[in-house]
C-alpha cells in the first residue's frame, strides 16, 4: 500500500495574511519586509541583505555625525533641507506661482485649469467654489497629470480670473500668474 502525502506547511504573513511568498504581491510590501526579515529569512534573503546595508549605513551617519570639527568644538551647523529621491536625484520645491491653461475639448468647449493656487495658502475646495459663484460655471477640484491638484472651470475664463484671483486672496501676487499659450508659458501682467 501507498504512504500517504503529508500536508504542506505554509507560512503566513503576519501582517498581510498572504504565504510568505507572495508577500511581494501583496497590498503593502513595504510593512511586511520587517517580519519577513525575522520570521522568514530564506524566502527573501535579499531583504536580509538590505538590511543588513542599511544597518552599516546607519552606523556610518552616527559615526559621521558624531565627529570633532578641527577647531576642537562641536559643529552647529544644521543639516541642510534637500529631500533626495531614489537614484540620488534631488528634489526641487515648487516655485509659488499660478498657472491657468485654457484647454479646448470637441473644437468649441473649453475648460480653463488653474494650478498652483494651494501653494499661496489658499484651500482647494473653498476656491473651486467661489469660482464657480463668480463665472455661474461648473468647478471641481481634480488630480492633474502631475498628481497634483487642480481646479478645472467649465467655460473659457481667462479674460477676468486674473483680476478675480488677485481681489480674492491678496496673498497671490499678479506677478506670479501665468498662463500657458501654444505651450509656453507667458506671464498674466
Known amino acids: 500500500m501507498a504512504e500517504k502525502p503529508q500536508p504542506v506547511q505554509v507560512l503566513y504573513c503576519g501582517v498581510c495574511g498572504l504565504p510568505a511568498e507572495y508577500c511581494e504581491f501583496g497590498p503593502d510590501f513595504e510593512k511586511c519586509k520587517p517580519w519577513l526579515i525575522q520570521n522568514a529569512p530564506d524566502v527573501y534573503p535579499d531583504l536580509l541583505k538590505e538590511a543588513n546595508a542599511k544597518e552599516t549605513d546607519k552606523v556610518s551617519d552616527q559615526l559621521q555625525s558624531t565627529s570633532i570639527s578641527a577647531g576642537g568644538g562641536s559643529s552647529t551647523s544644521k543639516p541642510e533641507e534637500v529631500k533626495r529621491l531614489p537614484g540620488g536625484k534631488i528634489k526641487k520645491k515648487d516655485k509659488q506661482e499660478v498657472i491657468i491653461e485654457k484647454v479646448v475639448r470637441n473644437k468649441r468647449k473649453c475648460i480653463t485649469t488653474v494650478k498652483g493656487l494651494e501653494l499661496f495658502g489658499v484651500k482647494l475646495s473653498d476656491a473651486s467654489k467661489k469660482l464657480g459663484k463668480k463665472f455661474a460655471t461648473g468647478a471641481s477640484v481634480v488630480k ?7 481646479i478645472d472651470v467649465q467655460g473659457d475664463i481667462s479674460y477676468d480670473i486674473v483680476e478675480f484671483i488677485t481681489d480674492t486672496w491678496h496673498d497671490v501676487p499678479e506677478a506670479a500668474i501665468f498662463f ?4 509656453k508659458k507667458v506671464p498674466a501682467v
Open 144 to 150: 492633474g497629470p502631475t498628481e497634483k491638484e487642480q
Open 180 to 183: 500657458i499659450e501654444d505651450g
